[in-house]
């Protein structure tokens, strides 16, 4: 990085794969030209982002997902617009920080046991959410029914969250937002098909692995948004 130090007008910089040390992230603070930050493939510390903080323009750093936990995301937040999360180790402490975070639109919190109805409370005040994604979580029916004020959300994947039941379906099927609904193995059946294909804006609705049968059909026939239509398994 030292041979780097003439380029200060550098805008984006890519450091994937290099082992960073302290000294690294002080060294970088000195960059104020840089707009975004590659750092997947590298480990590190919330504490060692802090010299970080110093990059007025900086508004886009990725980093790997799973290293990401509840100091890091407290760096993350200002920043970027869109965080994946997926198997992180954020916990519901964490998650609370993103509670007014009205600048972010897109927020996968996947494959985190501890993601559940709690942390769906702070979810719901990020007033310009459009893409959530929930797979393989905690969350069940009293989470998503903290969602319905999410009136930009396009976008919900709740694959394999074993606790939205029948009792979500009512609930999903007045948020007219959504565009993209991604349900597979979940456990809707066909007592909550009714209520979804309510949805006037929707163009993909995947059910995959669940307890779906003919009696859905002529509903799921009277979606005529529909553009994607997922039932592999059902």
Do not use: C, W
């Not at 976008?155 to 009792?167: E, I, Q």
């Not at 163009?203 to 779906?212: K, M, N, P, V, Y």
């Amino acid at each position: 990085l030292v041979r780097l130090a003439h380029l200060r007008g550098l805008k984006h910089l890519s450091l994937g794969g290099f082992q960073l040390y302290d000294s690294a992230f002080i060294f970088l603070s000195g960059f104020r030209e840089l707009e975004s930050l590659d750092l997947r493939g590298v480990s590190f510390s919330g504490e060692n982002m802090e010299p970080l903080r110093e990059l007025p323009l900086l508004t886009d750093v990725d980093v790997d997902p799973e290293i990401i936990d509840d100091e890091i995301l407290e760096f993350l937040i200002p920043i970027s617009p869109v965080l994946n999360m997926s198997g992180s180790r954020v916990t519901n402490e964490g998650i609370r920080s993103l509670a007014g975070a009205d600048h972010i639109v897109a927020l996968n919190l996947s494959h985190n046991p501890r993601v559940d109805d709690s942390s769906m409370l702070y979810v719901a005040a990020m007033t310009n959410l459009k893409t959530l994604v929930l797979v393989n979580t905690n969350v069940g029916d009293q989470g998503v029914s903290q969602l319905t004020g999410l009136d930009k959300l396009a976008f919900l994947n709740l694959n394999s969250s074993r606790n939205v039941s029948d009792r979500s379906a009512g609930i999903l099927g007045s948020m007219d937002s959504l565009q993209h609904l991604l349900i597979n193995r979940t456990g809707i059946t066909d007592r909550g098909i009714p209520l979804i294909a309510r949805l006037p804006r929707l163009r993909r609705l995947s059910i995959e692995g669940t307890d779906i049968g003919v009696n859905s059909l002529p509903h799921l026939v009277g979606m005529s948004s529909l553009e994607q239509l997922d039932v592999a398994g059902s």
